[in-house]
């Protein structure tokens, strides 16, 4: 939206200039999914979890590691698409199965 500043030129008549106000759309958010995994252990994948993400806590990563094994996936965290990327990749080269989608 753009307002209206009247300013005096030398001649004495003014001059209305606009002041432009950019507006941003924030950008789009990650989820990164853990899904459940039956071949390594409950530890295992909470250490990694610990690991990988270390906003996580403790009960956090125990948490997820609950939900991917009770409901077959669990939201690890919902972040911008880079940090999503480097977590669910991170995920995939400590053996643990995990996807990114887009959140709505």
Request: aromatic share 4%.
């Amino acid at each position: 939206m753009a307002s209206m500043i009247p300013k005096p030129r030398a001649s004495g008549a003014p001059v209305i200039e606009k002041e432009v106000v950019k507006v941003r759309k924030p950008s789009p958010m990650y989820k990164v999914l853990l899904h459940n995994d039956p071949v390594n252990t409950m530890d295992y994948v909470v250490s990694v979890l610990l690991e990988v993400v270390p906003q996580l806590s403790e009960q956090g990563a125990l948490a997820v590691m609950l939900e991917a094994h009770n409901t077959g996936v669990g939201l690890v965290i919902v972040c911008d698409l880079e940090p999503a990327e480097f977590y669910c990749e991170s995920l995939k080269a400590k053996g643990l199965t995990s996807t990114l989608e887009k959140e709505s």
